[in-house]
């Protein structure tokens, strides 16, 4: 018996409607229905059943006719318009775009590869209607000769109108993204995040979806009547958050990147907060504030350290305030009953002199509950030991630069140690919460 597929069809058993549903279970057991495709009534009312052609053996008919009290008859056909199943219906947006892109380079006179395969997306950021490639995509040589018709094909299998792909972040403080429209007029996109809308142009501002859940985080701290100071403000990805949902009284906004400052405009303007921030645009080492903040946010990675004499200067030199400091901190791999995680009250930092009421503080500051998972390294919450280390070292720098422009005692705190998010391996984007305050004449 030869049960191979005919091109353009499916091998299809036909038997008698009585006997459909003993066929089928049968059929299943021994893994040869074909679940791609329905069965379908024929001519005469038998009823046919798809299966795997290649699968189906002689042996298999004898087993059929054998396997109930009275013969099951059963006879091998070609369906030749199969009609596809609910379940083959549907299909992950990945696997569809690999179904379009094998289509349009078969159609093109080209052959489908396992190269090919590998090099179609699997993920990718969307906003709206434009869709954001890695740059690890499309880079076989074969994709360049199909022209425009390959992203019209990636845009239609993803339902967008637009697609970009993104290259390295390009060296510098800019932290410019190098990023290639492929399809559209503009770069301009909107993306909303905890009912805060940001509109901006992909091809020239930075977006890390990966924090969102310090966005989250920031938006849930007491701020009501504060002024904030945000050094790195970029399109106002905490200035937002601080305004709209943490009740700061006013905000003063930092970005040297003309058209990230262009996005922190119409941001502000699209969010009904534009009366409560100043954009001071150029680069903050300038900035001729001081002595006006209740809370600085230094929100650059992999360092903000350049920023920190100026978080100081701008903090309120009578009260003080909290510091948010931004870092990547390298953790070294260890066996695990060399390294045990140290949970947050193990790690609770000693009280210093003049902290008074640190508790309550610290209690004040913290958000209730962890938003999201920052991947398997961080879903216990717990704080590193590096974290730890790096903090305290900070926190002294920090009061040591207090102290030099004041010229009198301070005293600084670490509140909470917030982990963000896994920057590479080993690296973590973690956050300080540092409460600094001057030490007051006994």
Excluded at 23 to 35: A, F, P, S
Excluded at 167 to 175: A, D, I
Excluded at 263 to 275: I, K, M, P, T, Y
Excluded at 292 to 304: E, F, H, T, W, Y
């Amino acid at each position: 018996m030869d049960a191979k597929d005919t091109r353009g069809a499916v091998s299809a058993l036909v038997t008698e409607p009585r006997f459909a549903q003993r066929l089928r279970e049968y059929l299943e057991g021994e893994q040869i229905l074909d679940v791609r495709y329905r069965l379908q009534k024929m001519p005469g009312g038998s009823v046919a059943l798809p299966v795997l052609g290649e699968k189906l053996t002689e042996q298999h008919l004898r087993a059929l006719q054998k396997s109930g009290p009275q013969e099951v008859p059963c006879r091998l056909t070609q369906l030749q318009d199969p009609v596809p199943s609910k379940a083959a219906g549907v299909r992950t947006p990945a696997q569809k775009l690999c179904r379009e892109l094998q289509r349009l380079v078969v159609g093109s006179g080209g052959s489908w590869s396992e190269e090919l395969e590998r090099d179609v997306p699997r993920s990718w950021q969307r906003h709206g209607d434009l869709v954001l490639l890695s740059e690890d995509n499309f880079g076989a040589a074969l994709w360049e000769k199909l022209g425009p018709a390959l992203w019209e094909t990636v845009a239609s299998a993803l339902g967008a109108r637009r697609v970009a792909r993104r290259g390295r972040v390009s060296p510098g403080g800019m932290r410019s993204p190098s990023v290639t429209l492929l399809l559209g007029q503009d770069g301009w996109v909107e993306h909303v995040d905890n009912g805060i809308r940001y509109t901006f142009d992909v091809t020239k501002c930075m977006f890390s979806p990966g924090n969102i859940t310090e966005k989250l985080r920031v938006a849930s701290l007491p701020c009501s009547g504060e002024v904030l100071v945000d050094l790195y403000a970029g399109i106002g990805y905490f200035t937002l958050p601080y305004l709209v949902h943490a009740a700061a009284a006013f905000a003063h906004a930092c970005e040297w990147n003309c058209h990230a400052v262009e996005a922190l405009q119409r941001n502000l303007v699209l969010n009904g907060v534009q009366d409560r921030c100043c954009i001071h645009h150029g680069d903050n080492r300038q900035l001729e504030l001081q002595d006006v903040a209740d809370r600085v946010n230094l929100g650059l990675i992999p360092s903000s350290e350049e920023g920190w004499p100026v978080a100081c200067r701008v903090l309120k030199k009578d009260t003080g305030g909290v510091l948010h400091i931004h870092h990547n901190v390298e953790v070294l791999p260890a066996p695990a009953h060399l390294q045990p995680g140290v949970s947050r009250d193990e790690q609770r930092p000693t009280k210093e002199a003049g902290s008074v009421g640190w508790e309550d503080r610290e209690r004040e500051h913290q958000s209730p509950k962890d938003t999201e998972s920052c991947g398997k390294e961080m879903q216990a919450a717990r704080v590193r030991p590096e974290w730890q280390r790096w903090a305290e070292a900070t926190a002294m720098q920090i009061r040591g630069l207090l102290e030099e422009l004041h010229g009198r005692p301070w005293w600084t705190s670490i509140l909470h140690i917030e982990a963000v998010k896994s920057y590479a391996p080993h690296v973590h984007h973690v956050v300080l919460d540092l409460e600094c305050r001057p030490t007051l004449p006994a």
